[in-house]
């Protein structure tokens, strides 16, 4: 028997004008986009049809703008699937809180809400440690471990088997890139991202996040 799980997107994954095409054709996404803008009280539609691609990637914009396109997509899925059962809903780093509001244990407002301060903390650490992230390709994890200890930088995300993110100071960066192609890695590419996300060096951002939490009542989700 087939199940059906949801996943979805985390930070990285912005580009302008996404949703854009989803707003101008569907009135139910446009409406979505306009709850957003109110929620937040400016015009984050905006920023995702237009940006210009350097406030975008704020990551205290390109989280929620994330988020919000995420969504769309997935209401627009259930409006033109209507018998749609999923058993399990996930995502990557940011996409976990859409996977709990697609799951109901918050609501879409407070979800968005949520992020738009996880991406205003995060922002705030990356102004202060200035990081950075790559992504190795064609190393094993033992390996980039390795690299990741010898040059003073984090494994950050597994993100499948010959493709590890490590994150860290940004003038590192280079020379760990270096490591793991002399350890034989395929490709280091640096990603085009504000800071050292999933290191130590957002170590900042926890309290403040977990003080935002604190005014969300999560709810039991309609599957895991």
Known sequence: MN??????????AQVVGM???LAERFPSARAWFD???RALGF???????????????KTENAQPAIYLASWVAFELLRERVPSLAYE???GLSLGEFTALAAAGAMSFEEGLQVVRQRGRFMQEACEATQGGMAAIIGLDEPRTREVCQGVGVTLANLNCPGQIVISGPAHLMEK????AKAAGAKKA?????AGAYHSPLMASAQPK???????VTLRAPAVP
Do not use: I
């Not at 760990?176 to 490591?179: F, I, K, Y």
């Not at 996040?209 to 005014?215: C, E, I, K, S, T």
């Open 3 to 12: 199940k059906t799980a949801l996943l979805f997107a985390g930070q990285g």
């Open 19 to 21: 949703g854009k095409d």
């Open 35 to 37: 709850r957003a803008d």
């Open 43 to 57: 015009g984050l539609s905006t920023v995702c049809f237009e940006g210009p691609e350097a406030e975008l990637t």
């Open 88 to 90: 399990a809903a996930a």
């Open 176 to 179: 760990a890139c270096e490591a």
């Open 189 to 193: 590419m640096p990603l085009k991202v």
């Open 209 to 215: 996040l977990r003080q935002a939490l604190g005014g």
